[in-house]
């Protein structure tokens, strides 16, 4: 094992090219009283790793692709042959893209304010004609699992583990509901974007933003991570369960296909009917209410295609290991 000093000395390294060191150790995981797939709550532990102090920007983004010319899954017309059944005039590139609804009706259809909508990509966040100008500190947003892992190869870094991420967003406050505390709004300060208002029709917009904000607007946690909670749910590199197993399976890997993606007859080794495997999503995001998805929580977890993409999901990146 390495020396504490020199671990440390790494840590530092590492600071200064915007992560931060987190200790190994031993917490309380999930939570036995909100969400039925957080629970059951059990003792997990992890090693010590780096992990990115915001999620990756946009300005980020725009610096991998101008090296290795990738082209996110958004960015690519689905080939029929791997969506048997759906129309084909509905085969086009796009990203689900939020749309407030003038009306709802049942909160458990979330087509009504989801759009599919065509030409929607990290660098069109809100459609075709939505640009980056100003949001290059905003974390990027429209990329799939297998973008964020692409990303984090060019980097030299991977994608967390669901353990790692919840260690890193509770600060060292093991057991505490929120990543700051027990109060959601302390002293009525915003700690994190999320929804204030009745979702999806009104937002008071009280924290400052209506959709994503930048990506140090909000106080960091004890461990000066900042985004933990809110503004975009991030990718893990952990399959998805309907709850928690401690000593469950993890895969570090999926196939590929010859253009980046990820092959459709891959399939989550737990759930084999699911024939589009599905990632633990962590965080919540900006579209997060009381009314609706109370996942602003550490302990809080949510499955994703890894083939979708949307303008609320985003990432960060970890390091295992001692950089020379």
Sequence with gaps: MMHVAAEMDVARDFDVAGMRFIPGGTFR????????????????????????????????????????????TAEIAPD????????????????????????????????QWWSFMKAADWRHPLGPRSNLAGLDDHPVVHVSYADAMAYAAWAGKDLPTEAEWEFAARGGLDGAEYAWGDEFTPDDVQMANTWQGEFPRENTRADGYEGTSPVTAFPPNG???HDMVGNVWEWTSDWYTERHEADAPKACCIPRNPRGGVERDSYDPRLPNIKIPRKVLKGGSHLCAPNYCRRYRPAARHAEPVDTSTSHVGFRCVVRRPVA
């Excluded at 992890?46 to 990738?70: E, M, Y």
């Excluded at 005039?89 to 049942?106: I, K, N, Q, W």
């Design 223 to 225: 461990y000066d991570l």
């Design 80 to 111: 029929p042959k791997d969506y048997p059944g759906a129309l084909p005039h509905m085969l086009y590139a796009g990203s689900l893209v939020f749309v407030r609804p003038p009306s709802t009706f049942d909160l458990r259809d979330w087509s």
């Design 29 to 72: 995981m999930g939570s036995n009283f909100h969400y039925p797939e957080e629970s059951p709550a059990h003792r997990a532990a992890v090693d010590g790793f780096w992990i990115d102090r915001t999620p990756v920007t946009n300005r980020d983004f725009k610096q991998f692709v101008a090296a290795t010319g990738h082209v996110t």
